[in-house]
């Protein structure tokens, strides 16, 4: 089954709070992870946050987070790479 589509939608003065705070997040970062950013924050906001500097903060942390595919099982089991 596929996911119904996300219907937030952001007035103008959010999505200016979105852009800045996105513009704020990608600094020095890598194209890769630009987008994964830009959908942390959106999903930041979605959820009611409006504090640039938190969904700045808040995306950059979540994109840091290494996935689940870092952690190594077996003879190893509990080391992270």
Not at 35 to 54: N, T
Request: aromatic residues 4%; charged residues 20%; positive net charge.
């Amino acid at each position: 089954m596929v996911p119904p589509p996300d219907t937030t939608t952001f007035d103008p003065e959010t999505i200016a709070v979105l852009t800045a705070a996105y513009q704020n997040a990608i600094k020095g970062q890598s194209a890769a992870v630009r987008e994964i950013i830009a959908k942390h924050i959106i999903a930041l906001a979605s959820e009611g946050e409006r504090d640039p500097h938190k969904l700045c903060e808040g995306a950059l942390a979540l994109s840091m987070r290494r996935p689940r595919a870092w952690y190594v099982r077996g003879p190893t089991r509990g080391l992270l790479l």
